[in-house]
């Protein structure tokens, strides 16, 4: 096995995406034959170095598996969180691999969320350079003026740059509110309320139908899938290509209802659709 760089090895292995695993060295968790290394050029050979994270010691990668999560609003996009706020993590316990989320969502906002132990893939869905669709429906105040709609079409100016949405339409209305579909090709934090802020139509609540065309329709909040084989490549057929409005708009379903206040609770929810490749 040749050598290769650090945060690939550990993205190989399940660790943590690309992104997160430099971080993780230069922050000093990672460690080669005894000796921390900080250096993120630094390269290994799995097979004949000693590798360690937090003095946990690396393997050989494990199998790679995919899911999706319907995320529910009130909890954060970590494993763990320093406030003691809810986590995804409770809604990951039976999957026994290692596993980690693609991106993040909002704690007050809910839907399609990857979660997976492939860092290589991981870390190309998130790149700004080829960030796949992300199709957000936001529920604001009464009926938005087709000129806020072409604003945001056009582009908006925020704190950390110009932001524009590949698509945006009304979906569906309500008495008082409207649903409004927003797709856009970044992660930015906050980036689709901040848009709509921009053009007087702040959000209400959010919900993530899909990404990269992998939805939660049918799904229940905080209700975990395992990918189908064709949703795989899917994914992987877009990592690395710069994402465009699609011809014809996708369908897509409003967030499941749910009564209360809170995420739902973890304890007995099931994955879906278990199937080792």
Request: proline letters at 5%.
């Amino acid at each position: 096995m040749a050598l290769e760089r650090l945060q690939k090895i550990l993205a190989h292995a399940g660790v943590a995406s690309r992104r997160k695993a430099e971080v993780l060295i230069t922050d000093g968790h990672v460690a080669v034959n005894g000796k921390v290394v900080r250096e993120l050029g630094s390269k290994a050979d799995l097979e004949q170095d000693l590798i360690q994270v937090d003095g946990r010691t690396i393997h050989e990668a494990q199998e790679k598996v995919y899911y999706v999560l319907y995320k529910p609003a009130g909890c954060v996009t970590t494993l763990s969180d320093p406030e003691g706020r809810p986590t995804i993590k409770s809604y990951l316990e039976h999957v026994s691999e290692r596993v980690y989320p693609v991106g993040r969502l909002d704690y007050d906002a809910e839907g399609a969320l990857i979660v997976t132990n492939d860092g290589d893939l991981a870390h190309q869905l998130m790149h700004p350079r080829f960030g796949v669709r992300r199709t957000y429906l936001a529920k604001v105040h009464g009926v938005p003026r087709s000129e806020q709609i072409e604003r945001v079409l056009r582009g908006v100016r925020l704190e950390d740059g110009r932001a524009r949405a590949l698509e945006a339409e009304v979906h569906s209305r309500t008495p008082r509110n409207t649903w409004v579909r927003v797709v856009v090709a970044e992660g930015r934090q906050h980036l689709v309320k901040r848009m709509m802020e921009a053009v007087g139509a702040p959000v209400q609540k959010l919900h993530r139908a899909d990404y990269g065309g992998i939805d939660v329709a049918g799904m229940r909040p905080g209700e975990l899938r395992e990918l189908k084989r064709a949703e795989v490549e899917r994914l992987k057929s877009q990592a690395g290509k710069k994402a465009e409005a699609a011809s014809r708009p996708r369908q897509v379903s409003l967030p499941a209802r749910r009564h209360g206040h809170g995420p739902p609770p973890a304890g007995g929810r099931r994955e879906r659709g278990r199937q080792r490749r």
